[in-house]
């Protein structure tokens, strides 16, 4: 089973999917998290590439670091540890380049959909959370991380024209995409919310089995 955390900047995907994670291997589940960009040892240079605020790309070149981020991904850890029988949770994926790359950057849809199919090699996720939160606290949130990364020095319509794209994809993929609103600030209420969402999920994939 493939899951998948998306959401604007400092909507809390990192805490909430460590936190599925320990809870699924709780109920005796073999799992395993991961990140894009990053989740290879190529891909964490290419992350580094990605946000450094000192580099300047055009957006057709951003598009294709992230594809080469996720192509290495896909193959040397996705779809090994599905064929392992694991669940995997990734901390992004195709939809952060359609939310981040056509919402936010504004290219076209064609070409950002040819290349997220080409880059996860048709891999589509079973279920994806999406955790929104409104750009004014969420980019509060993230900055309370440390300094800034190139996404998050973006102007605040930016970041708003990302949110309404990931409510887009949302709308068009209801029985893959379920959203959650995070700008409810007490951790422990959205956590139990992601959980049954999952195990609902996970019920239905499995018929109850571990
Ligand atoms: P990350 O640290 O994962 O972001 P956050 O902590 O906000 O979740 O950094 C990844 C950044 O890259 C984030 O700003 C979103 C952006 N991104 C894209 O623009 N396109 C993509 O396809 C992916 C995977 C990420």
New binding site residues.
């Given amino acids: 089973m493939f899951i998948t955390f998306e959401?604007?900047?400092?909507?809390g995907?990192?805490t909430h999917s460590k936190k599925i994670k320990h809870y699924l291997e709780e109920e005796g589940h073999q799992v395993l998290l991961t990140?894009?960009?990053?989740g290879t040892q190529v891909g964490k240079q290419i992350?580094t590439m990605?946000?450094d605020p000192r580099s300047v790309f055009d957006e057709t070149t951003?598009?294709y670091l992230?594809?080469a981020?996720?192509s290495e991904h896909v193959t040397k850890i996705i779809i090994p540890a599905l064929a392992a029988g694991k669940i995997v949770i990734s901390?992004?994926?195709?939809?952060?380049?359609?939310?981040?790359?056509i919402g936010?950057?504004g290219l076209p849809e064609d070409l950002v959909r040819y290349i997220?199919m080409v880059s996860s090699r048709g891999l589509v996720p079973d279920l994806t959370i999406l955790l929104d939160i409104s750009p004014e606290n969420?980019l509060k949130r993230?900055l309370q991380?440390g300094a800034k990364?190139?996404?998050?020095k973006e102007a605040l319509e930016f970041h708003q024209r990302?949110r309404h794209k990931y409510l887009a994809i949302a709308k068009d993929n209801p029985a893959r995409v379920k959203v959650v609103n995070t700008d409810e600030t007490e951790v422990e209420k959205v956590q139990s919310k992601i959980r049954r969402i999952i195990v609902e999920q996970i019920n239905e994939k499995f018929g109850n089995k571990k």
Avoid: H
């Fill in positions: 959401g604007p900047e400092g909507c995907k990192s990140q894009e960009p990053g992350r990605l946000l951003e598009v992230f594809a981020d996720r901390d992004r994926f195709t939809d952060s380049t359609v939310a981040y790359q936010g950057r997220n969420g993230a991380t990364d190139r996404f998050e990302i």
